[in-house]
């Protein structure tokens, strides 16, 4: 009998430093936005797993900044988004990684 492919979901809400944000997909042009007063990430709609959890993982930075006070210290818009891909394009790629090797070994 031949395995079933998992599927993921992005879980309905997400615990970011002790604050709960709602995840919501809709019709976006952008991958995704978080809302911070309304405790809110959208995701775009028809997005892979895998674009959906980069998405998510994304705007989770954004949030984490938000709540740890660092966004209201950057000059800019493009200072945060610049760090947040920092993460995303070099730090993320190597946590992924490494997770999915110490999940095979388990």
Known sequence: M??????????????????????????TEDYGEMHFDEKVIYIRKGLTEEQQLDTLIHEVHHAALSI????HILDDDNTEEALV???EHMVMPIVKKEYKKFIQTQ
């Open 2 to 27: 031949a395995k079933r492919k998992r599927i993921y979901k992005l879980p309905p809400k997400i615990l970011v430093g002790g604050m709960e944000f709602k995840i919501i997909f809709k019709d």
């Open 68 to 71: 740890s006070g660092v966004s």
């Open 85 to 87: 891909r920092l993460v």
